[in-house]
Structure formats: C-alpha cells, structure tokens
C-alpha cells in the first residue's frame, strides 16, 4: 500500500487513491492491519474491473451496451491467454549452485539473496 496507496495522487485518473474518492470508499486506509477486509475488498475490486476494462479493450467494446458476435469459448481463452500474457511479465527464477552464492545479492524479488549470473533452475 505504500507504494500503490498514496494520498498525493488523488486527483490523477486511475491511481487507487483517486478510485477509492470516486468510489466513496473512506474505510479504505494506506494503514492495512487498521482496515485488512476493507483494503482485501477495495483491491480485489479494483483488480477484476480493471482486467474487465482490459478485455473489453482487447475486444473492441466502447460501450458497455455493446455486445461481441461470435463471443465463443475459443475467443474468450484467447483473451484471457492476452491479458496474462501482458500483465503477468515472465520472471526467470533462479538456483544457486551452493550457500554461499546467495551472499551479496540482496536484490532478488524473492528476498532471498540469489545470484543472478548462476544457472537457471531448469538448467537453461
């Protein structure tokens, strides 16, 4: 929430502090463990309609009156494949050869300390 949640974006469009105003959703606070249910709730709220927004984006679809020809199980796998394809970016994880390759590389998205320039996990 540091990082996402900040009260100085309010009037910029799109940012959680500003949906959070226009959704009147004042429980809602940058302190977690004061608000966990209503902060779980606002941001899984925020997550669907935003992957909402982008699939209707991907379809074409300006208006929420409009309706998809065609809107088969085939169509639908192909967006969803789209949108994980581009929101969830790859991250190659990493194996350390021993112990003591993890020293020293404290920049890991893991926190675990592992040394980039070792081998991949699946050997690649």
């Not at 669907?48 to 009156?65: D, Q």
């Amino acid at each position: 929430m540091d990082k996402l949640y900040n009260p100085k974006s309010a009037s910029e469009r799109g940012t959680l502090y500003q949906l959070r105003n226009f959704l009147n959703q004042r429980s809602v606070t940058r302190n977690v463990s004061d608000s966990f249910n209503y902060v779980s709730e606002f941001l899984t709220f925020v997550t669907e309609c935003f992957v909402l927004l982008f699939a209707l984006r991907k379809l074409s679809i300006t208006s929420l009156n409009d309706e998809v020809e065609d809107a088969d199980e085939q169509l639908l796998h192909s967006i969803s494949r789209a949108i994980v394809d581009e929101v969830w970016h790859d991250h190659s994880i990493y194996e350390p050869a021993s112990d003591s390759d993890t020293e020293g590389y404290e920049h890991c998205f893991c926190k675990e300390g592992i040394n980039y320039s070792k081998r991949f996990v699946n050997g690649v």
